[in-house]
């Protein structure tokens, strides 16, 4: 339970489409090199969030009051999160807007890129370190949380480059989007609530 647990908040903070995610597929729909870009993204992010959980773990033992702060805020997050989901749905759209006009770079190229969108995004910090560490540590069992989140993180990117020209067609449809966010608000409020009746 506690695994998917933490697979489903992973999942629903890396699914929210934000930089990262448009940089993903505009260069995965362009021809680049998917592997590389997954590689990057994957191992990025499991790192951040092992961080995260022992770095939480760690202040913990100095400020007994910020793991639930923590984890407080971060259902605070998810329900703004989810709020914007379900605005986005009801205002309806145009679809998926990715750069058609995205250059293919060499892999080295590419992998430095992914590494720069990935580590100099805020984001990612506040979602891996700060709310998937201090959730983590609200757990009985905080490393099966961490597993579970640094397995939504392998499927999220490996699905979304090795989909990516399938993914272009589906989401370009605006009912389709409206489809795709509803179902992320109705998931990062899920994850929410359970979070605020622990």
Do not use: E
């Amino acid at each position: 339970m506690t695994f998917l647990l933490g697979f489903g908040v992973g999942l629903s903070l890396i699914v929210a489409i934000g930089a990262q995610n448009i940089w993903v597929l505009s260069q995965s729909m362009a021809g680049a090199n998917r592997l590389v870009i997954a590689t990057v993204c994957i191992v990025c992010d499991c790192l951040l969030i092992v961080l995260g959980v022992f770095a939480v773990q760690q202040m913990q033992l100095w400020v007994p009051p910020l793991v639930p702060l923590l984890t407080w805020l971060g259902v605070a997050l998810l329900l703004w999160l989810a709020w914007q989901a379900a605005s986005r749905a009801w205002a309806g759209g145009k679809g998926l807007q990715t750069d058609t006009g995205t250059q293919v770079m060499s892999n080295s190229k590419t992998a430095l890129t992914a590494l720069a969108i990935t580590l100099l995004n805020p984001h990612v910090y506040l979602d891996t370190v700060f709310l998937i560490g201090g959730v983590a540590n609200q757990q009985a069992a905080p490393l099966w949380f961490m597993a579970g989140a640094c397995m939504a993180s392998l499927l999220w990117f490996s699905s979304l480059t090795a989909l990516a020209p399938k993914l272009k067609i589906w989401l370009n449809s605006a009912k389709r989007w409206q489809l795709f966010d509803s179902a992320i608000a109705v998931l990062l409020g899920g994850i929410a609530l359970n979070l605020a009746l622990q």
